[in-house]
């Protein structure tokens, strides 16, 4: 690995980077329909509609962090049929490459981490590991050290087969043409503000995925191995509904939870789902490190004080850390734009009242 690090550090001298101009246009053009549909939403979307838009972005980021990252990606657990479609159709609602790629890719960020072999090496900037990576070549390494991976799991899952061979379609019917015509057909909201408050909530789910890449990588505590930069970011575990303690992550890629502790003692949505799946029995042979194996670990590599300070303010709670704090995430938005709406209306009638009233 030290090795590849520096083969990496030599090439990226000699490394030309080679923009895709296509990607720059489809990103700016997003972002720019994303923002207006921010102001579609702030001013006159039906509250049903963003109602609609809060839920699906904690539901069907699901199929992100429970279906491409720990189930596909890292094996940490096992799961039906049923709810492996069930997680398929929800990655298909997120647009963020078919499982498949998606896995290879994160695959190779963990073998490859902090190289050019990474996808997106961090060690190039918080921009490109957050976005950029996406509006240029990869790295000639990426393609070689990628092509190293082993992803003959997943070139037998039929579930993963199907959604490579219908990606395209599927992905733009269940990420734009569904919300956008439910929220049309249902509750009458007008067309146009239905697509473009949908392209909101597309480019918000994308960039909760992209902080983990940069911002859990670059700003927090690193309390498991001192020696990587990967970090615990309270605020990437809020916003990406459980993926945020990303430096326990990369020491104990296999932990189906992805944190050392349950959602019963920490936020973590994403363990709540497949834990209930579980209790239904839709999942199986859920993957969970020793507590002797972590606090080996810790001693070794780690803070032991920042983990005596993690553990003591957690307590045991089924509604405290996950459940209450969802529910707020999906209210909490809809109520601040009540409120600034109810704001502007009584400011701009009294405003007109006093200096248009005869």
Sequence with gaps: MNQLANDCDRKSSRYQLEIVWRNVFLMT????????????????????TLLMHNLSVIILGLGITCGAHRLWAHRSYEASL????????LNSSSL?????????????HHKFSETDADPHNVCRGFFFSHIGWLLCRKHPDVRQFGQTISMSDLEEDIVIQFQRKFYRPLSILMTFIVPTVLAWFCWNEDFF???LTTMTRYTFTLHATWLVNSAAHLYGRQPYDCRMRPSDNLFVEYISIGEGYHNYHHVFPQDYSASELSWTMDYNFSTLFIDLCAWFGLVWNRKKIDPKMIAERVRRTGDP??????????N???????IIPTVLMIILPILTVFLFRRFLSRFCTTYFDENFSR
């Design 316 to 322: 045991y709670s089924l509604w405290l850390h996950t």
């Design 193 to 195: 503000i239905a697509l």
């Design 82 to 89: 049923g709810l492996r479609i069930f997680l398929m159709l």
């Design 29 to 48: 053009s997003l972002h720019l329909a994303a923002i207006y549909g921010l102001f579609l939403m702030t001013f006159y979307a039906k509250y049903a």
């Design 96 to 108: 963020q490459n078919d499982i498949y790629v998606w896995s290879r890719d994160h695959r190779t």
């Design 305 to 314: 004080s920042l983990i005596q300070v993690y553990h003591s303010r957690k």
